[in-house]
């Protein structure tokens, strides 16, 4: 039986370290975005104001469902056929999502959502009584 060549244990390890982190991180930076959100109430809606600069509203998803609204979307990074060395990366690219609870009974048939400015508003009209199933908002 000839001898076969050892592996370096340190060697595999530092490959299998690399693959697996570099992986978790493109999960993590994936799942990590979500766009700041402001949730307030007025004595008829509950508003939802989510800054998503740079997103196409034909990337966003809205769906309320019970007491629950979620936004989903995708904020693609403009072409650049250059070579590119950056030297601060603070926006975020890729999918996000994000999920609101909403307290009491909200009327779904009548809810709506804007874009504009960088700004998506959601508003949601309360209800006296909760109307269960899921429902997509329209973005309008």
Known sequence: MADQPQKDPSRTRIYHDFLVSSKLLVRIAES??????????????????????????SQVALTLEGNRLTVRGR???????????????EVHYGAFEREI?????????RARATYANGFLEVVLPKARRGR?????????
């Open 101 to 109: 609870w909403v307290e009491g009974p909200v009327d779904a048939s």
């Open 75 to 89: 904020r693609d990074e403009p072409p650049c056929g250059k070579r590119r060395a950056f030297r601060q990366m």
């Open 32 to 57: 990590a975005w979500q766009p700041p959100t402001d949730v307030f109430e007025t004595e008829d809606e509950v508003l939802v104001r989510m800054e998503v600069a740079g997103v196409d509203a």
């Open 132 to 140: 269960t199933g899921r429902i997509q908002v329209r973005i309008g």
